[in-house]
């Protein structure tokens, strides 16, 4: 533990200890600098869960091969007209889904919400706070279903025993909603397929994701756009 921890630091001379790692990890960084231990605690991990940290090393890297996995499967999906179902990893937290279906262009996002009810009605809220365009579904045991409310946030609730008809009908019904909505006309907006300009804003979203334009490049995609 950690004395043994202790006496290799003394016995090899070390100035510092560098732990690379996730929330395991970091958790023991956390007790050795709590017992006296000089220590340094480097946040690597895909599931991007490590408190007070904006992007962990591992996160961008596993965001990339899932967008591109998602996109690869675009093609095949629409060709054979089928529903595609694409789990990543991230344990306990959302972020490789939420910016892997973003950015590959998802057409809904799943949410695990069978245990843990609080921690995954602040993660929906969280999700849908950044803009997130497709629909938000999440999936609760039927005991689950009393504590889903608006506060949520969400597009619509699977059971976890729902057959494959049902999941079927839910993620079609899901995505018609959201379609419907985005060919309604909005004053002052220019859609142009996934691309949506707000001329009274100077703004633009790309599948409901803000770019970050200067106004030179705001005006050249404006007029690229018309």
Request: aromatic residues 4%; proline residues 2%.
């Amino acid at each position: 533990g950690v004395d043994l921890v202790r006496r290799a630091v003394e016995l090899h001379r070390l100035d510092c200890i560098i732990a690379i790692g996730g929330e395991g990890s970091m958790g023991v960084v956390d007790d050795l600098h709590r017992d006296g231990i000089p220590v340094i605690g480097v946040p690597k991990t895909i599931d991007n869960d490590i408190v007070g940290t904006t992007s962990c090393f591992g996160f961008d890297t596993a965001v990339d091969f899932a967008a591109e996995a998602i996109d690869r499967l675009h093609t095949t999906a629409e060709a054979h007209k089928r529903i595609m179902v694409v789990e990543v990893m991230g344990r306990y937290a959302g972020w490789i889904a939420l910016h892997s279906g973003v950015a590959g262009g998802a057409d809904v996002i799943l949410l695990d919400a069978r245990r843990e009810l609080p921690q995954r009605r602040d993660l929906s809220r969280l999700l849908r706070a950044t803009g997130l365009a497709a629909p938000l579904l999440v999936i609760v045991t039927e005991g689950g279903l009393a504590a889903v409310n608006a506060e949520w946030g969400i597009d619509d609730v699977l059971i976890d025993s729902a057959g494959p008809a049902e999941v079927e009908a839910r993620l079609r019904l899901a995505i018609g909603r959201t379609v419907v909505a985005d060919e309604t006309e909005v004053d002052g907006e220019m859609r142009l397929g996934d691309l949506t300009i707000d001329e009274s804003a100077y703004s633009a979203r790309i599948r409901g994701r803000s770019l970050d334009l200067t106004f030179k490049e705001f005006e050249l995609l404006r007029f690229l756009a018309t």
